[in-house]
């Protein structure tokens, strides 16, 4: 891997081969062994031009544990302001020795542009991870989801994964569902109002619900969003209250999942909006244990693009 920039057509056996990687170093990211040295002497620029908590953090945190230096540049006290351009703020990285990009951005394709851009001036030694562009993708969470499937329910293929909420502005569905069809999940269910849905999920391999009663029937994993609403033009119609009546995940609707149903959220979560604080908080939520699997999957990529 030269990048990591979307899930879209990366084959089963490199996302496996990531999953397989992260799984040793979960000692590492809880802290049972010491750091790595396996990016020693490496420079990595976390470049967030959008909020994160989650995202940001644990990349940071991966980074040093395997031993790299890490540079956070704070956007909002950087030249951008001043009208530099994206390209030219990498230029100025990498003159100053960068080995690696972390990259969240509002744009689309942000992150595509400066792999063409590293390609174009040949530069192919240095990294870019799409850390979420816009509503595209959001790699690393996807993988970071399949990682805590996989560690609650052991094997992709004889599960029915639900994927609920605001599925057309969401980068992370489009990243959960490219790695769900490619490990070879049978059923991928994607539950939502129409107005929330995009068009295509038939010929992404999904089977689509308007119901949310019906989509959640005996599903093994309910995999909520939350409503992006700074990726909407106007006002949330209907109203946060309206939309938890219709589309929120109690606990009366999850008893329709399987008993043994895994709850995930990639956060931040909108308690009382797309879900509620009893599911949230309770025995089927695996949303914390996702954060933590977030370092272990972030290490195996950083490690996995340092060597190449
Ligand atoms: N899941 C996720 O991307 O969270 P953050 O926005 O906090 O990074």
Same mark, same amino acid.
């Given at each position: 891997l030269q990048h990591l920039l979307s899930l879209d057509g990366l084959p089963r056996e490199i996302l496996t081969a990531i999953l397989d990687t992260a799984a040793p170093f979960t000692e590492v990211a809880e802290r049972e062994v010491k750091k790595l040295p396996i990016l020693r002497g490496k420079s990595i620029f976390n470049l967030f031009f959008e909020n994160s908590t989650r995202t940001r953090t644990t990349f940071e945190i991966a980074a040093k544990r395997l031993s790299a230096d890490v540079i956070n540049l704070n956007i909002s006290t950087s030249s951008t302001n001043k009208g530099e351009t994206l390209l030219d703020t990498v230029d100025n990285l990498c003159a100053m020795q960068a080995d690696m990009f972390v990259v969240r951005h509002a744009s689309s394709g942000a992150p595509y542009l400066m792999a063409d851009h590293l390609r174009n001036t040949g530069r192919n030694d240095i990294h870019v991870i799409n850390a979420g562009d816009g509503r595209h993708a959001h790699p690393t969470q996807g993988l970071l989801d399949m990682y805590t499937i996989r560690h609650f329910k052991h094997d992709f293929s004889n599960l029915v994964v639900a994927v609920v909420g605001d599925v057309l502005h969401s980068r992370v569905a489009r990243s959960q569902i490219a790695a769900l069809t490619t490990l070879g999940v049978p059923e991928v269910r994607v539950i939502g109002p129409k107005t929330l849905l995009p068009t295509g999920l038939d010929k992404m391999g999904c089977r689509v619900f308007h119901d949310m009663r019906a989509g959640l029937k005996d599903v093994d994993v309910v995999m909520m969003l939350r409503l992006q609403n700074e990726r909407m033009n106007g006002p949330l119609l209907p109203s946060a209250q309206e939309f938890f009546k219709v589309w929120g995940l109690t606990a009366e609707k999850l008893a329709? #999942?399987? #008993?043994d149903a895994i709850v995930m959220h990639p956060g931040p979560m909108n308690r009382g909006v797309e879900i509620d604080s009893e599911v949230a908080d309770g025995a089927q939520a695996v949303i914390l244990p996702q954060v933590t699997f977030g370092i272990a999957v972030r290490m195996a990529v950083m490690s996995m693009l340092g060597r190449s």
């Open positions: 329709l #999942a399987k #008993a």
